[in-house]
Nanobody, 125 residues
Framework: QVRLVESGGGSVQPGGSLRLSCTTSGRILSIDAMGWYRQAPGKERELVATITRSGSTNYADSVKGRFSISRDNAKNTMYLQMNSLKPGDTAVYYC???????????????????WGQGTLVSVSS
């Protein structure tokens, strides 16, 4: 079974920092693009940042200059460094992985897209 698990969320004051991690489990061969998304109460899920396997990044305008996405392909892990946090950053943050190639329990190679369960980030004074 392949899974994504987010960690590192919590409560911080405005101006503070947090580092989110997205770790994987299962016999994963490779992952294409990965990304962070967030969903605030009463709002739709929105893209925060994405990163390709080769390291090309893309950010939402609202987080440019404050957030930094990175990944470790050897560990199939992704990170989101969030600095200068604002109350508007409060949301549940989800990680996503596209085209996850993995060995199934039957030894065959399969591909799927994955979402984590989310981690809550709360920014308030």
């Amino acid at each position: 079974q392949v899974r994504l698990v987010e960690s590192g969320g919590g409560s911080v004051q405005p101006g503070g920092s947090l580092r989110l991690s997205c770790t994987t489990s299962g016999r994963i061969l490779s992952i294409d693009a990965m990304g962070w998304y967030r969903q605030a109460p009463g709002k739709e899920r929105e893209l925060v940042a994405t990163i390709t396997r080769s390291g090309s990044t893309n950010y939402a305008d609202s987080v440019k200059g404050r957030f930094s996405i990175s990944r470790d392909n050897a560990k199939n892990t992704m990170y989101l460094q969030m600095n200068s946090l604002k109350p508007g950053d409060t949301a549940v943050y989800y990680c996503n992985a596209d085209n996850v190639r993995y060995y199934s329990d039957y030894g065959t190679v399969r591909t799927l897209d994955l979402w984590g369960q989310g981690t809550l980030v709360s920014v308030s004074s």
